[in-house]
């Protein structure tokens, strides 16, 4: 199964109260998701957007997963080889940040398989608009 999904990330404050918003779309349906976190920062609700949508599948599933967060798509497309390599140390020898999220990332990408796509966030992208409008949302029902 072919399944588009649109992902993006909040924080009022950084760290501060955050929200995620993901719209998932697939042989004609759609389907919204959010939540929220009243302590964390913009790149762990990045994260937890993708989390959330690909955990709801409910099958192995070809994936094609659009964020504006350059974290997000360099990290699963770039550094985590070298991570993995470097027993999770990033390229200063520091452990790397969010860890937990990463590795729930990394399983969810043994289960679908996953294409990442950057696009500019805040750029007239209607998905992309939509998933910070459900974001907003999830900051605000806190």
């Not at 009022?12 to 920062?41: A, I």
């Not at 699963?76 to 027993?87: C, N, S, V, Y």
């Not at 990332?105 to 992208?125: A, K, M, P």
């Amino acid at each position: 199964m072919k399944v588009e999904i649109f992902c993006d990330g909040a924080c009022s404050g950084n760290p501060g109260p955050g929200g995620f918003g993901c719209v998932l779309r697939s042989g004609g349906k759609e389907k919204e998701l959010s939540g929220s976190d009243p302590h964390t920062t913009n790149n762990r609700m990045e994260m937890m957007a993708a989390i959330t949508a690909l955990e709801s599948l409910k099958r192995p599933c070809e994936v094609v997963l659009t964020t504006d967060s350059q974290y997000l798509v360099k990290g699963m497309t770039e550094w985590m080889d070298g991570w993995l390599k470097r027993g999770w140390k990033n390229s200063k020898k520091e452990a790397v940040l969010n860890r937990d999220l990463w590795e729930r990332l990394l399983e969810l990408t043994r289960v679908h398989r996953v294409q990442w796509v950057w696009i500019r966030g805040h750029n007239g992208h209607a998905e992309n608009e939509r998933c910070d409008e459900l974001a907003r949302q999830a900051i605000s029902r806190m």
